[in-house]
């Protein structure tokens, strides 16, 4: 009974989730159990705030986040946020069988055989993805480790701040994104499916591949959105902003049927973006993104054997160019789909265009993960 009323004493606090990309930031108030969407907001990232992963203009930055608390009437002030996949080194270690209260030492001394930075200039967290009690003894614990340099941790608790947030975690992005994937990676009929999720950020991308809810390769890729977009700007000699809006509207990542092309009313800017040429544009990318992915399940399949992929997700804002997902998914042998953060999420279509909402699905994988941590009990 004490515990009960303490409880209502001391409400857990929740937290919203907050994305801080290179190209968007975006946030996500979730509230309740089963969760429900309070509020989101999307706005562009100011220019030159952000370089390789890292912040460099807090001021700037800070005042937009505030602007999009305004925008969002929120009152919570706890957030959870991730730092940029260039910015975090993951690492999965093998320790020996030990107790759980002697694991970080060990962890700490494992981690710098791996991380390419002193130990002590790094913030580090890890996971087991063991209980100790179930391995027999003289086996080996799988870790896994999250490490990032403390000035990448210290300039991004710096904007939080100066926004009027509280952090309270911060998390690994694509591990946020899996979040959204509970129901998928353990389905109640008790299977363990092997799953690739992808993330396609705008600055970098993410492949994991999980059994169950266990990490089997987290694997950053520095092929994503911009590197198309490059491709278009220098294809078309456009300026980034017109070519991403060039890219949305007209590139494909398959070769264009005649069908395609006749279904464009071939007016002076349709016919300067002609599928077509886009493709050309593109597909250096696209060759080199496609290599890059399947070496990676290459790799894979050499450390754990020839274990096939039962389904696989994408998300982030750079799957959206059209036919990429399809391509993907014959070209890696992968049954691929778009991610859907909002399943489990209760929506109000009274409150929100739901048909808006959904469209963002894959930029709000990510976020929604991340807020998803925060309505559940926060580590």
């Not at 409880?7 to 857990?12: A, D, F, I, K, T």
């Not at 391995?135 to 990032?148: C, L, N, S, W, Y």
């Not at 929506?347 to 994988?365: H, I, M, N, Q």
Request: cysteine-free; charged content about 25%; aromatic content about 6%.
């Amino acid at each position: 009974m004490r515990d009960f009323f303490g409880s209502l004493l001391r409400p857990r606090v929740e937290a919203l989730g907050l994305e801080i990309g290179s190209a968007n930031l975006k946030l996500v108030e979730l509230s309740g159990s089963p969760p429900s969407l309070r509020g989101l907001a999307i706005r562009p990232t100011p220019q030159g705030t952000i370089q390789d992963g890292v912040v460099v203009d807090p001021g700037a930055l800070a005042a937009e986040i505030r602007d999009m608390l305004s925008e969002l009437r929120t009152r919570k002030r706890y957030v959870v946020a991730a730092a940029s996949n260039l910015a975090v080194i993951t690492r999965t270690l093998q320790v020996p069988k030990m107790p759980v209260k002697q694991l970080e030492e060990a962890v700490r001394w494992e981690a710098e055989r791996y991380i390419p930075f002193p130990i002590d200039e790094v913030v580090l967290d890890y996971a087991s993805l063991d209980i100790p009690e179930n391995i027999p003894d003289g086996e080996q614990m799988d870790v896994v480790v999250g490490a990032a340099r403390h000035e990448t941790v210290s300039s991004l608790v710096e904007v939080l701040k100066a926004s009027g947030l509280e952090p309270v975690v911060i998390d690994i992005k694509p591990f946020a994104g899996l979040r959204t994937l509970a129901s998928k990676l353990h389905p109640e009929d008790g299977r363990e499916p092997i799953t690739l999720f992808l993330e396609i950020g705008a600055e970098s991308s993410a492949l994991v591949l999980t059994r169950g809810e266990r990490l089997l390769l987290n694997r950053v890729i520095n092929l994503s959105g911009k590197d198309f977009t490059a491709a278009i700007s220098r294809s078309f000699n456009l300026d980034p902003i017109a070519a991403e809006e060039a890219k949305k509207n007209y590139a494909l990542a398959t070769i264009p049927t005649e069908d395609e092309d006749l279904l464009l009313d071939f007016d002076a800017e349709r016919e300067r973006f002609n599928p077509a040429r886009m493709y050309d544009a593109i597909r250096p990318v696209l060759v080199e993104f496609t290599t890059e992915l399947r070496r990676s399940l290459e790799f894979f399949r050499v450390q754990v054997g020839d274990l096939g992929v039962d389904q696989g997700f994408v998300a982030g804002g750079g799957s959206k160019l059209k036919s990429l997902v399809p391509l993907l998914s014959d070209t890696l042998g992968v049954p691929l789909e778009i991610a859907d953060p909002w399943e489990g999420i209760q929506l109000d279509k009274g409150r929100f265009d739901l048909d808006y909402v959904k469209s963002l699905a894959p930029e709000f994988t990510v976020p929604v993960g991340l807020a998803l941590r925060g309505v559940n009990p926060l580590d």
